[in-house]
């Protein structure tokens, strides 16, 4: 279950209500998917085959064309990050730039953990919202954002667009962002 920290405070939102109440709070769309629908061998295996992928995507299709046919996606994958991705430092280092996309940024998480930091309204500022399996999260179009790995360094996520263009990073310069 997600988990957020607010990087002003120190403060740790946790439970599913709070997190589903703050995230509301931020137009920050969350929803959670049963990841034990997965079969075990699918579950935290982050060496996929393109069979493995499809199949993930199966296991949670109803739930994928729900999210689509109420907020307009057209088009879903699958992606992997772990130490053996090729580039993967460079990858993550263009990651931890905070940008925007001209679309919402929608991920469900099914294996692994990531963590989006998203700019929030004036009160809050920049928080951390730590994803793990299940978890379903959209960043508004247009809101600063970036995506990063926990120290475990692994993810498996589903990635639905509305454009595939629409995922192409704008860079938010921010004085208000601290590292
Ligand atoms: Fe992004």
Do not use: C
């Not at 079969?39 to 993930?56: H, M, T, V, W, Y």
């Not at 692994?112 to 299940?134: A, Q």
């Amino acid at each position: 279950m997600a988990k957020i920290k607010v990087r002003n405070t120190g403060e740790w939102i946790e439970g599913e209500e709070n997190v589903r109440s703050f995230l509301e709070k931020q137009t920050v769309l969350y929803e959670h998917w049963d990841p034990t629908k997965l079969p075990e061998r699918l579950q935290e295996n982050f060496d996929l085959s393109a069979e493995d992928k499809n199949e993930i995507l199966s296991t949670f299709g109803d739930e994928i064309k729900d999210l689509a046919q109420r907020r307009g996606y057209r088009t879903w994958d699958i992606v992997v990050l772990t130490e053996q991705t090729p580039n993967i430092e460079e990858l993550l280092k263009k990651f931890e730039q905070v940008h925007t996309h001209t679309e919402d940024e929608v991920r469900a998480i099914t294996a692994g953990e990531g963590i989006f930091i998203i700019k929030g309204d004036d009160s809050v500022g920049y928080f951390d919202v730590v994803l793990s399996p299940g978890d379903v999260i959209s960043v508004p179009e247009g809101n600063p954002h970036f995506f990063t790995l926990t120290d475990a360094r692994k993810v498996v996520a589903v990635r639905l667009f509305i454009e595939t263009e629409g995922w192409i990073a704008h860079p938010f310069e921010d004085p208000a962002f601290v590292k």
